[in-house]
């Protein structure tokens, strides 16, 4: 058999082992260039064959009967989801039975005087002045920081100046957040003087901010951000993956003060409603259209993409993206409702200038030592002796409750860690990847 006969034979249902290797090779790219010249004539056929409107009917019954089959599709059947996901047809209002021509009636007779009281709630608004805490046009002010490693994690960094030191990497992450986000402010871990997370959260809920932002690093590299809704909650832990500063990115945009728009793409189940109205309020309620901003999170199997672009229309059809930065993505971890752990009571009164908070202090001290000081000059040597003893006996009882403390060290810790816990993602939730949370 020659090489020709041989390279005619060659085929799916004819295996033929052609011994030469240059004789193989060339016989696979003939193949292959075959199968690409096939594939361009029938897209062309395709192309000319749907054109007008029989042609669009055709198109569309074409992509009706030829559904592809992804993981989106095939994911398993979660009964907390709300609305139908935008990657394939699920179970939601989007998919629901239409109503009656009654109850279709009722519906757009109450949709009609809502608009009515809506514009006349518009019109007396814009007579009256705006409070600036309702203006719907500021940004919420936002306070990001950074996380303290453990002296178990750095045991050769005894300060903690030292442990919230942050890296170029992570600083650089913290300029383009602050670039993102119109009412963000940064302040240096440092300067809580040890303080935990929960402490924090409650000094900035004291001061009218309406969100914090914790970046995590690890190897002088940002792997984590905590987001935390002001002033009752929730918590959000994320990981933090791919990150992309805007100088890095190619022909990049250059962005503006502009407010962006924000679009919260495929969050169908009731956790990811959660997540997505924790992103919701960072930002202001409305937009500034002429900055032409827009930020994505577009959840995909549970990894939300973060996305900043500008756009323009170049027609009433066609619209063009140019990326600002930066990019980066993240996958929940934990959501936890309430504040951290320490965050204390809140009494519902915001002090903006902090002296509300001084003076109650001030006060207090000044109180607590004119009282000592009437106690000392009235008390007998009969009443210091009874002091003495009580010392002793409160002495005797702290030392029995530490000796108990250390007993149950782990219980109390553990049950307080897990209370209004929403959400955990444990190793095991990744073995079926058609089970999607969010």
Known sequence: MSDTEAQDQVGPSKQIRIPNKHKRQEVFRRQQKEKKK??????????????????????QARLEANVPTTIESTRLYNPTIINAPNTHAGPGPSNRLPQSDAEDSDAEEVAGERDAEEGAELTGNAESEVDPEDDPHAPPALLITTSLTSNSVTPHLRSAKARSKVSERTQMFIDELLNVFPGAEYRQRSKAKGAGLGKIAGWARGRGYGGMLVIGQDKKEPVSITIIG????????????????????????????????????????????SVGRLLQSLFPRVPELAGRQVVTAHNQRDFIFFRRHRYMFKSTDKTALQEIGPRFTIKLRSLKQGLPKGAGAWDGEVHFDGKADEATAST??????????????????????????RDARSKKRKASFSQDAKDAQATPAAVEDNEGLAFEWHPRMGVNRRNFYL
Request: charged share 30%.
């Open 38 to 59: 096939e594939k361009l004539e029938r897209r062309i056929r395709l192309r000319k064959e749907e054109k007008g409107e029989e042609g669009a009917l055709k198109k």
């Open 230 to 273: 002001l002033p009752v909650g929730p918590t959000a832990f994320f990981r933090l993956t791919s990150i992309s500063m805007g100088p890095e990115i190619y022909g990049h945009a250059r962005s503006t003060p502009h407010t962006p728009e924000l679009i919260l793409n495929n969050f169908t189940t009731t956790l990811g409603h």
């Open 364 to 389: 207090s001290a000044e109180d607590a030592l004119a009282q000592n000081e009437e106690a000392l000059g009235e008390a007998s040597e009969d009443q210091r002796e009874i002091a003495s003893a």
